[in-house]
């Protein structure tokens, strides 16, 4: 469940997620039309953001602004559970684009679908928010 969702939030959506060690929160990704953020609670992560990697410790916090085509994710390298809070905005429209492999994703109308580099459909799911 979401957190945002306890108060009836509807313009942004906001939840915990824990990363086991040797996971990744996603491949590297960008929001064409969503605002998302990052805080650490627990453990350490690296974030890689394009080229660049650093760790985030508890307390820190990494933004990412909706249109800056530069992909981005969290990497769990140690050998600990770590967790963060994750907010997003919560339009129910977004173009997400995965830059290693040129798939995306489109949110529309509570519908989301993937698309491969070639524009071919792999797969349609409905969408409840972030």
């Known amino acids: ?41 627990t453990g350490t992560v690296t974030l890689v953001e394009g080229d660049t990697q650093m760790p985030m410790h508890p307390g820190d916090t990494a933004c990412f602004k ?8 969290l990497r769990n390298d140690g050998d600990a559970p770590a967790s963060y809070m994750v907010i997003g905005t919560r339009s129910g429209r977004d173009d997400v ?22 524009g071919a459909v792999i797969n349609i799911a409905p969408y409840h928010g972030a």
């Not at 830059?99 to 491969?116: A, F, H, Q, V, W």
Request: charged letters at 15%; aromatic letters at 8%.
């Open 1 to 41: 469940m979401l957190l945002s969702d306890s108060g009836g939030l509807t313009q942004f959506g906001a939840f915990i997620e824990t990363l086991p060690p040797g996971s990744a929160s996603s491949t590297l990704h960008w929001h064409a039309k969503e605002d998302e953020m990052v805080h650490m609670l």
């Open 97 to 118: 684009t995965y830059p290693l492999t040129g798939d995306t994703l489109s949110i529309l109308d509570g519908i989301k679908t993937y698309r491969n580099a070639d």
């Open 66 to 73: 909706a249109g800056v085509p530069v992909g981005h994710c």
